[in-house]
C-alpha cells in the first residue's frame, strides 16, 4: 500500500499547465463585477506573466512573500498561480484592517512586495515596500506591466513541505497569526475533493473574501486541478448572490458560505420565488448553523450541507447531501486522510454523545504559525493532535457535531454552557433576525448569559417575554439572564459575530 506522501506527490504538478493544454478553451475564471471570462490558455499565459514580473521587476525569489490587498478579482487566481511558478509564498491580507494592523502583520511577515488596489492607497501607501497597483482602468498599472511582461516559462520544482500561501488570522489575544500551507496541504484538499464530487463540469460561486480560507479554497482552488470553473463576486450582496444561484445560464453547482449570508438571502424579496436548478452542493461553515436555518432551504428543496474545517486544517468533516436530512446540525464524517477525536482537558478522548474539543491529526493540519514556534506548540498534544479549540461530540454512528467555540463557552452554578444552543433556541423566534449570546460575570453563579437581539423590522418583543419563551426550550441555568437590543451584530470579514467586541460592550 502506498504511503501518504506517494498518495499525495501526483499532484504536485503545474495545474494550469495541464489545463491549458487538455482544454485550452474551458472557462477557467469569470468575473462577476466586471463580466470577464479567462480560458485556462489566458489564465496560464496571464500567471506566467505576472511571474516574470515578480522575478525581473521586484527581485521575488523562492520563499519570498507576496502582499496582496485587493478586493476579489480573477487576477488574484493568476496572481497566486504566479507566486506558485516561481515557488514565492502569497500572502493575501484582509483590506478591512487599519494602517497599524496592517504594519503588524508585515513586520511579522516581512514581504518582498505588494500588489494593492488603488482603493487602498490611503491605507498601505506608508508601508516601506515597493508597489505594483491595480486600478481596473485603462491606464492600469497592473494590466499594463502584464501585457508587456514576457512569460516565465520556469516552474520550480514543488516540494510536500514547501509553504505555498499565509494566510492572517485574527488571534485571540489581538496579535494576528499567519497560518502557514504547504504542498502537501494543497494536494490533500485536491485528493479530498472527490467528497465533492469536483470536476470538469464544476462551476462554484465564490462570495467569501479571498483572504480567508474560505473564499480562496473552499470550492475553488482545487477545481482548478480538475478544469471547473470559478465564478467570483467582488463583494458580498445577498440580492445578486440569490440570483447568480438561480440562474440557469450560469449553472452553478457549487457554493459555499458561512451562515450568515444564507440568512441574508432568505431575507431578501426574491427568495420566496427563488430556485436553484442547478445546484448540486451548498457548503455552510465557518460558525454554527440554527436548525431554523437549515429547515428554511430544505423547505425550498435545497439542503445546505454542514461542513467542518478551518484555516489550520484542509478538509476535516463534509456532510454529503443525501445524509443532510437525516442528520440536521451534523457536519458530517472525516474526509480522507483525516482522523478526529473527542477529547477531554487532559486530552484523554471520551465517549460517543460526550462533549469535549474536537481534535485533528492528518497531512492537511499545518506545520505551524510564521514565527511563533510557542503558539504552535501550544495547538499540539503530546501525541501529535491539533487542538481546534472548538467543541463537539460524535453520535453513536460517529458523526460530528460541532457545539461550540470552547472560549465562548461559560460556566454557571458550575454547568457548562454552550452559548450556541441557547441562539438556535431564539433563531425561533419570528420577531428576532439575529442574536448572539455571551457569558458575563454574576456574583451569585459565577457567570451567567447575556443575549443581543436583534430585531426584525416593525417588530416588538421584551426582555422578559424573550426570557419567558426561552425557559420553554431551555434549562432555567441556560436561559441568558440578560436581554439588550442592538441594531446590528459586530461581524468579521468573513461573517462571524465578533463576541470579543460583545463581551467588552456588555460586561
Not at 484582509?94 to 518582498?112: F, H, Q, Y
Not at 494590466?143 to 516552474?155: G, I, L, Y
Not at 440568512?263 to 448553523?289: H, I
Amino acid at each position: 500500500m502506498p504511503s501518504q506522501d506517494e498518495q499525495l506527490v501526483p499532484y504536485l504538478c503545474d495545474w494550469l499547465a495541464i489545463q491549458a493544454n487538455a482544454a485550452p478553451n474551458t472557462l477557467a475564471l469569470f468575473d462577476l463585477a466586471t463580466r470577464r471570462q479567462t480560458s485556462y490558455h489566458s489564465m496560464y499565459d496571464r500567471s506566467r506573466r505576472i511571474a516574470s514580473i515578480l522575478v525581473t521587476q521586484y527581485g521575488v525569489n523562492p520563499g519570498d512573500r507576496v502582499m496582496v490587498v485587493a478586493y476579489n478579482s480573477t487576477d488574484l487566481y493568476e496572481i497566486l498561480f504566479a507566486c506558485w511558478r516561481i515557488g514565492a509564498i502569497y500572502m493575501p491580507v484582509n483590506w478591512r484592517l487599519a494602517t497599524p494592523e496592517i504594519v503588524a502583520i508585515v513586520d511579522d511577515a516581512e514581504p518582498t512586495m505588494m500588489i494593492a488596489d488603488t482603493s487602498f492607497e490611503s491605507t498601505v501607501s506608508d508601508l516601506d515596500l515597493p508597489v505594483l497597483w491595480r486600478a481596473e482602468t485603462e491606464d492600469d498599472p497592473f494590466e499594463t506591466a502584464v501585457s508587456a511582461a514576457e512569460p516565465w516559462d520556469q516552474f520550480v520544482e514543488p516540494d510536500l513541505d514547501a509553504t505555498t500561501n499565509l494566510l492572517y488570522t485574527s488571534g485571540t489575544t489581538g496579535r494576528p497569526k499567519g497560518v502557514i500551507s504547504t504542498w502537501r496541504m494543497q494536494a490533500m484538499a485536491v485528493n479530498q475533493a472527490a467528497h465533492t464530487i469536483l470536476g470538469s463540469a464544476t462551476r462554484t460561486l465564490t462570495a467569501a473574501p479571498m483572504f480567508h480560507t474560505a473564499g480562496l479554497n473552499s470550492f475553488a482552488l482545487p477545481l482548478f486541478y480538475y478544469g471547473g470553473t470559478v465564478h467570483i463576486m467582488r463583494h458580498w450582496d445577498p440580492v445578486a448572490a440569490l440570483s447568480y444561484l438561480s440562474d440557469p445560464d450560469l449553472g452553478i453547482t457549487h457554493t459555499l458560505g458561512v451562515p450568515v449570508q444564507f440568512q441574508m438571502m432568505t431575507q431578501c424579496d426574491d427568495f420566496e420565488d427563488a430556485t436553484f436548478p442547478s445546484l448540486e452542493r451548498a457548503g455552510v461553515g465557518g460558525a454554527p448553523v440554527t436548525e431554523e436555518l437549515l429547515t428554511q432551504y430544505q423547505q425550498k428543496g435545497l439542503m445546505l450541507c454542514n461542513s467542518y474545517g478551518m484555516t489550520e486544517v484542509f478538509g476535516v468533516a463534509t456532510l454529503p447531501p443525501d445524509q443532510a436530512q437525516k442528520k440536521l446540525g451534523c457536519v458530517g464524517w472525516a474526509v480522507e486522510g483525516t482522523e478526529i477525536r473527542i477529547a477531554d482537558d487532559k486530552d484523554t478522548p471520551v465517549p460517543h454523545d460526550t462533549i469535549g474539543e474536537i481534535q485533528i491529526k492528518s497531512e492537511g493540519v499545518t506545520p505551524g504559525y510564521w514565527q511563533a514556534p510557542d503558539l504552535t506548540a501550544s495547538t499540539r498534544t503530546s501525541d501529535g493532535w491539533f487542538r481546534t479549540g472548538d467543541m463537539g461530540r460524535f453520535d453513536q454512528e460517529g458523526a460530528l457535531y460541532v457545539v461550540d467555540r470552547k472560549k465562548d463557552m461559560f460556566i454557571s452554578g458550575g454547568e457548562n454552557v454552550y452559548p450556541a444552543e441557547i441562539e438556535n433556541v431564539l433563531a425561533l423566534f419570528p420577531e428576532i433576525a439575529e442574536a448572539a449570546v455571551i457569558g458575563v460575570s454574576d456574583a451569585q453563579w459565577g457567570e451567567v448569559g447575556h443575549a443581543v437581539v436583534v430585531l426584525k423590522q416593525n417588530h416588538v418583543l421584551d426582555k422578559e417575554n424573550i426570557r419567558e419563551r426561552c425557559s420553554e426550550h431551555l434549562a432555567r441555568y441556560k436561559v441568558p439572564k440578560h436581554v439588550s437590543f442592538a441594531d446590528n451584530l459586530p461581524r468579521s470579514a468573513q461573517g462571524k459575530v465578533q463576541k470579543k467586541e460583545l463581551k467588552e460592550t456588555y460586561a
